[in-house]
């Protein structure tokens, strides 16, 4: 369409008379150029007339907001970006955050920011529409390896506190090289650097720095590893959110520092590496400690040896000459002569301690001698021995063999149980009557229930039970 209106301003000729002459259009020829103003503002009115309000969806990346409260970002989708600004007053009655990695819908104006001569659109509106397609893979991905945790304190190394050999992973051509060699050169200049170059963004990236991590991993020639890049959008950093480089810094063999973008952008590796930095140049700040610093420490500490040290000397030169002024270095052999004369106390003291001794022993032996002599075995079985024979003589007496052998016999009704009493109940039935020898079987063919031992006795000898007595019933008065 701009073509179109360009080729057309070019061959036109003014149709209405001028006098004769031909008025040619402005930008047609070089005699008669427009200007960058004239015709940027020519397209914008093309943009903003031909296109008009649309809406567009796309990923939110490179989102700023400033102090004055216009928010910028870029809508992006797998081949092409478009600029956008949202100004203050559309910007607050967003209902949401808007951050990097959104997928949302935009409505707006096609238009043109002159000053830069780049179209972009002014959006009016925003909607969300989840989550977009990086930072969806990113958030997976984290999710991933701090289930296999991966992120977890307790798996971080410690950083060596003078490296002699640093790795850096980095690419050659970028500024983050030059400012860290820039920064350990001047604070810790007896550092040596290995650099192994490779690409920071794009296809194959990500390969290339997990394979420069193996290699320093495998050789084992540095103290420490450092992957580095400077700041950019999250589709910039993105070599830096792959599963092949977070897990070359899992089994890297030294520790390793993550220092790539700036404070705000984090990446996977941030997560994984032992330390992250929040900048390449605040990495190489703490790898490295001045060697003013260091030099200042070091002057303190001999200040503080030197003046320990003399305490020290002091200390023992005192002691010396206290033990040189003592009774002992003095008269030696009066010392040995007390000494020896304490040991024959000592001896006499341990005789006379042994022999009292020996006497309480004696005196206990002769005791336990007496009460074993009272409490023989012999004699205490002799006598459980008699206790038993009383026992058993007891027994036999109260014992139901005594009894059947004094002429009394047991009855045992058909169950085998002993018959206390007669029971009419047993009549014809068969009983056993036991004897204090043998055994004899009878029928049982009359029972008395009421015969007590006194009538069966008097039945025995012929003679007549007294009459019961009758109870008389008292006949009530009335």
């Known amino acids: 369409m701009m073509n179109r209106l ?69 809508l992006k989708d797998a081949t092409a970006t478009l600029a956008a600004v949202m100004f203050q007053r559309e910007a607050r009655r967003i209902g949401f955050a808007l951050a990097d990695g959104q997928a949302v819908l935009a409505r707006g104006t096609i238009t043109v920011y002159e000053a830069r001569g780049q179209y972009q659109i002014q959006v009016a509106e925003v909607r969300p529409r989840g989550q977009g397609s990086l930072q969806q893979r990113f958030e997976e991905l984290k999710r991933k390896l701090q289930a296999e945790n991966l992120f977890d304190l307790d798996r971080k190394r410690e950083l060596p506190v003078f490296p002699e050999v640093i790795g850096v992973v980095t690419s050659l051509q970028g500024a983050v090289l030059q400012d860290m060699l820039q920064i350990l050169q001047r604070r810790a200049p007896g550092i040596r650097i290995r650099v192994r170059g490779v690409r920071v963004q794009g296809i194959g990236a990500a390969q290339e720095i997990a394979e420069a991590i193996g290699a320093f991993s495998t050789e084992k020639n540095v103290d420490l590893v450092v992957v580095a890049r400077g700041g950019g959008s999250l589709e910039d950093l993105w070599a830096f959110n792959e599963e092949v480089v977070a897990r070359a810094l899992a089994v890297c063999s030294v520790p390793t520092i993550s220092a790539v973008g700036h404070e705000t952008d984090f990446t996977i590796s941030d997560f994984v590496a032992d330390l992250r930095a929040p900048t390449p140049s605040a990495a190489a700040e703490l790898l490295t400690r001045d060697w003013s610093e260091w030099r200042e420490e070091i002057g303190q500490l001999r200040v503080r040896l030197d003046r320990t040290t003399r305490q020290v000397l002091s200390d023992h030169r005192k002691n010396l000459t206290r033990l040189a002024s003592s009774y002992a270095l003095r008269e030696p052999r009066r010392v040995v002569r007390q000494w020896a004369q304490r040991l024959d106390d000592l001896r006499e003291e341990l ?49 139901p063999q005594a009894t059947l052998d004094r002429g009394y016999a047991l009855v045992l009704d058909p169950q085998g149980l002993p018959l206390s009493r007669a029971d009419k109940t047993l009549e014809g039935q068969p009983v056993r009557i036991v004897l204090s020898k043998g055994m004899v079987a009878a029928n049982l063919t009359e029972a008395h229930p009421e015969t007590t031992l006194i009538d069966a006795l008097s039945q025995q000898s012929g003679e007549k039970p007294p009459p019961k007595k009758v109870k008389s019933k008292r006949k009530s008065t009335t």
């Open 6 to 74: 360009m080729k057309s301003k070019r061959t036109h000729k003014t149709e209405e008379p001028s006098l004769g002459l031909e008025v040619e259009t402005p930008g047609a020829s070089a005699q008669n150029p427009v200007s960058v103003t004239d015709l940027t503002s020519t397209i914008r009115s093309l943009l903003e007339k031909g296109i008009g309000e649309v809406w567009v969806s796309g990923e939110i990346s490179n989102f700023r907001a400033p102090g004055s409260g216009h928010l910028y970002f870029t």
């Open 351 to 399: 005789h006379v301690a042994a022999q009292q001794s020996i006497q309480s022993h004696e005196q206990t032996l002769r005791h336990l001698q007496t009460r074993l002599a009272a409490h023989h075995p012999a004699r205490e079985l002799e006598r459980r021995r008699g206790h038993l024979t009383h026992l058993a003589a007891r027994l036999r007496a109260l014992g």
